[in-house]
């Protein structure tokens, strides 16, 4: 028995000897006869507001709480009207929009093309603290034509504007917005979508409720649960006991092991596949961290790539559909070509030949820096340590992480990405190497040939380009891109949910049985 499956074990028995109840945390009564969905998960965004955070938690709710312009079918990849009705190419930097003339925000407010052109104009501004700025930065701005007509003015063509406005861009109240700011905004939220929120309290969770004023004829669909509650549990065991005592419906991102032994139960359904995030290590090769940073050397970041047993980590800890990554991207976006990428496979003797070449013979210390997943972290240090790489495991919240990494003050940090669900290169290896705040290379000849491919209408030379810069992110190793997630899913049966492979979970179409 391995030691997270003793771990399981015992906080399972902790939980059943009790009541259900006390195993519950505060206001949280799961299950169809309260007609209540608590679903859990280890991380919390710093922000619920969606341009402020870039946790996949915050993705979920936003996607409940907030509507989009354009919605694109996670089956088909069809892009339909959500928000705005129809839409046309003035030219290829101006996009017109119109809009819905029956939605209202969950306060009352009428949406009109006032909240539209007040949200982009007010996320591409520089003191707007959005987070994420990949996601927006090729908007100039919004005009009002008329009070249901929008037009959103480009900085340069963006092929990928329709796949943005119907994912990571929602739209904020206006008049709301303006009266509360963002601190009041992140305390209590207004959106149009299917589920408006009803608290948000810093460390336990967020409780949402179905908005009986949703728009009909919505591409998501009238929402069948009445109360929807996320809730924080850190820890992966608590999480798994608590689904199998009923004080949760759902949880994700369960360990293999625990999966196979909720699989056994009659009350829990247990789903899994291989997801489009990518768990990576990036590496500081500016050399910010530390005057003498070892991983200023190509050489050493070439070594920890081969250093990394990827096979192992997806057989043995992901599992579920997992399989090695050598690409800052994920592979069915467009433009992720990995012709160029140097495929570092596990090499114990090459990653130490590499290092005393380097001037390390007898290896170095170090840190690696971490926010989930203790024990692939674990499994990596455990990889480098073989080759006399002695990395020390700090791991911390994401929001103080990315703050660490940000100020160049990390060597090495593991973390994932899952591209806001968003399928094109340019949402993830544009948001690490095109000169942003995550970008720990700043290669100028990699950040030119990003833009390129991000501003091009040419289909062949943004593939081109995004080709050239993968190879050189790889020849140069900036990164140690490891694996594909796989996301085991364990619900209560009693639950109608289905999963899909870009990570978000769309509660709004759950049921009960």
């Known amino acids: 028995m391995t030691r997270r499956t003793r771990a399981f074990a015992l906080a399972a028995a902790r939980c ?21 969905l608590v679903y859990a998960s280890d991380s919390e965004p710093e922000n619920i507001s969606p341009y402020h955070n870039n946790l996949r938690e915050g993705v979920i709710v936003a996607h409940m709480v907030w509507d989009t312009l354009i919605y694109r079918d996670p089956t088909t990849g069809a892009y339909k009207p959500e928000l705005a009705t129809v839409w046309k190419w003035e030219s290829p930097t101006a996009l017109v929009l119109d809009l819905r003339r029956d939605v209202s925000f969950q306060n009352g407010d009428p949406f009109t093309a006032d909240d539209v052109v007040f949200t982009f104009n007010y996320v591409v501004s520089p003191d707007s603290k959005v987070v994420t700025r990949q996601n927006t930065d090729w908007i100039k701005n919004a005009e009002k034509i008329s009070d249901y007509q929008v037009r959103i003015n480009l900085k340069a063509p963006f092929p990928a504007a329709l796949e943005y406005l119907s994912g990571p861009t929602p739209i904020y109240p206006a008049a709301y917005f303006k009266k509360v700011g963002l601190e009041g905004f992140s305390k209590a939220p207004v959106g149009t979508g299917p589920y408006r929120i ?40 608590t999480r798994s006991a608590q689904l199998m005592t009923g004080a949760v419906d759902w949880i994700w991102r369960v360990p293999a092991d625990q999966a196979d032994s909720l699989k056994s139960m009659s009350n829990i359904t247990v789903l899994s596949g291989e997801t489009m995030r990518v768990g ?13 940073s070892p991983f200023k050397d190509v050489r050493v970041r070439q070594a920890v790539n081969y250093a990394i047993d990827r096979a192992s980590l ?9 399989q090695p990554v050598y690409s800052a991207c994920f592979r069915t976006q467009f ?21 005393k070449a380097a001037g390390y013979p007898n ?42 990494q940000r100020a160049g003050k990390t060597p090495m940090t593991f973390q994932a990405w899952g591209s806001f669900s968003v399928n094109d290169v340019s949402a993830f290896t544009s948001v690490y190497f095109k000169g942003g705040p995550d970008d720990s290379a700043k290669d100028a000849t990699v ?31 900036y990164w140690a891109p490891l694996f594909s997630y796989s996301t085991n899913y364990a619900f209560t049966s009693s639950l109608n949910f289905k999963a899909y492979p870009d990570e978000l979970p769309r509660f709004y179409e759950a049921s009960w049985k």
């Open 335 to 355: 433009g992720c070509d990995t012709t160029g990428v140097v495929k570092y496979e596990y090499n114990p003797a090459k990653a130490r030949e590499l290092l």
């Open 16 to 36: 059943l000897s009790l009541s259900v109840v006390l195993c519950l945390p505060p206001g949280a009564y799961a299950g169809k006869a309260n007609d209540t």
């Open 363 to 404: 290896g170095f210390d170090t840190d690696l820096y971490a926010y989930r997943e203790r024990e692939y972290a674990e499994a990596m240090i455990g990889d480098l340590r073989k080759v006399g790489i002695n990395a020390r495991l700090h791991y911390l919240q994401y929001a103080a992480l990315r703050t660490a």
């Open 280 to 292: 990576y290590l990036s590496m500081d090769a500016q050399g910010t961290s530390a005057a003498n």
């Open 447 to 477: 950040e030119k040939w990003l833009d390129t491919a991000d501003s091009s209408n040419d289909a062949g030379l943004r593939k081109v380009n995004y080709s050239k810069a993968l190879a050189r992110i790889s020849e140069q190793a």
């Open 198 to 237: 009803t608290a948000v309290t810093p460390g336990v969770g967020v409780t949402m409720v179905k908005n009986p004023n949703y728009f009909k004829g919505s591409p998501l669909g009238t929402p069948k649960i009445g109360t929807i509650k996320f809730l924080v549990i850190p820890d992966p065991e």
């Open 314 to 322: 997806t057989k043995n800890l992901v599992r579920g559909g997992s």
